[in-house]
């Protein structure tokens, strides 16, 4: 049984940083492609940035510049480090790894508000 707990949600102010984490309960980790996506309440989840072996990494065009995503393969971690976060950041981030099937985590809260 695959699992993904991602952890470092919360409540921050514009222009703060916070900091996702993704642990990943897989084999082989370092093969997976790896990313974070969001969704906003009413809008549809969106990809925010991934790491992929084959073509490296992707970031949407929102987020380039302040957003950075990393990984430790010896942990089965993925990363998103979120900079100069905006009230439209507001969402909740999902964890994604997939190679022959993708699995998600459970999701956690950022919310951006003064």
């Known amino acids: 049984q695959v699992q993904l707990v991602e952890s470092g949600g919360g409540l921050v102010q514009p222009g703060g940083s916070l900091r996702l984490s993704c642990a990943a309960s897989v084999h082989s980790f370092s093969i997976y492609t790896v990313g974070w996506y969001r969704q906003a309440p009413g809008k549809q989840r969106e990809l925010v940035a991934y790491?992929?072996?084959?073509?490296?990494?992707k970031y949407t065009d929102s987020v380039k510049g302040r957003f950075t995503i990393s990984r430790d393969n010896a942990k089965n971690t993925v990363y998103l480090q979120m900079n100069s976060l905006k009230p439209e950041d507001t969402a909740v981030y999902y964890c994604?790894?997939?190679?022959?099937?993708?699995?998600w985590g459970q999701g956690t809260q950022v919310t951006v508000s003064s």
């Open positions: 790491i992929s072996t084959v073509d490296g990494t």
């Open positions: 994604n790894v997939r190679w022959t099937d993708a699995y």
